[in-house]
């Protein structure tokens, strides 16, 4: 069964750019969850989406967005970005059953660099 | 949030048991305790979950306290490749995973 995969793997922008990263879950998993990762600030929970909706959400402006299509796949967005966006961005899937007690399957990671 | 922590860095020798240690204090009846670990350059992968009894899986094992205030991860056999950053998370229900600073393990040979 393939991983999790997320594209782009490297991205070069410029503040006040925008950006969509993709992830692809695994087959089957209905979850998928968003996280950025930094050094100061290490892995933080931006949102989380099951059947195409939005089910929990991180403290991030509002510059932060993304979505989930039907067949489970899903996207961020980072408008006007900043140098601060910097970062790892890594997608998580799950299966949603049972979410306490699942594991969530991570992707290898965007890596944004804001110049 | 139920919040955790855990030593920011610890060392073994490699084939020694490895004991991480993780404080929850405010741990719910029904949080699960999660452990996931980061390698060098790759995303977290999952390593043991529990509620309250002890668990062992072919990773580690997962041991709870019994008023499930603290819990411990163990390595039976470390190894290079297991020098990682680990987190002990907990989750209830639907709730979002927040993740701490972890634990960063080194592993001298």
């Known amino acids: 069964k393939a991983g999790v995969t997320q594209t782009p793997r490297y991205l070069i922008k410029t503040r006040g750019q925008q950006v969509t990263l993709s992830c692809s879950p695994i087959s089957g998993h209905r979850s998928v969850s968003w996280y950025q990762q930094t050094p100061g600030q290490g892995l933080q929970f931006l949102f989380e989406y099951f059947s195409e909706t939005q089910r929990n959400k991180g403290n991030f402006p509002g510059r932060f967005s993304g979505r989930q299509f039907s067949n489970s796949r899903s996207e961020m967005n980072v408008s006007t970005l900043e140098l601060g966006d910097s970062a790892l961005y890594l997608c998580?899937?799950?299966?949603?059953?049972?979410?306490?007690?699942?594991?969530?399957?991570f992707g290898p990671g965007t890596r944004l660099l804001v110049l | 949030d139920a919040k955790t922590t855990q030593p920011n860095s610890m060392e073994s020798n490699e084939e020694e048991p490895v004991h991480l240690p993780c404080n929850h204090s405010t741990i719910s009846g029904t949080d699960y305790i999660h452990w996931y670990r980061q390698l060098p350059s790759q995303g977290p992968e999952y390593v043991i979950h529990g509620l309250t009894s002890n668990v062992n899986n072919r990773m580690a094992s997962l041991a709870i306290a019994e008023d499930r205030k603290s819990s411990t991860l163990i390595l039976h056999r470390a190894t290079l490749r297991d020098a990682a950053v680990y987190y002990c998370i907990l989750r209830k229900g639907a709730q979002k995973l927040v993740f701490g600073q972890g634990t960063r393990l080194t592993i001298n040979p």
């Open positions: 998580a899937s799950s299966l949603f059953y049972n979410p306490s007690q699942e594991t969530q399957y």
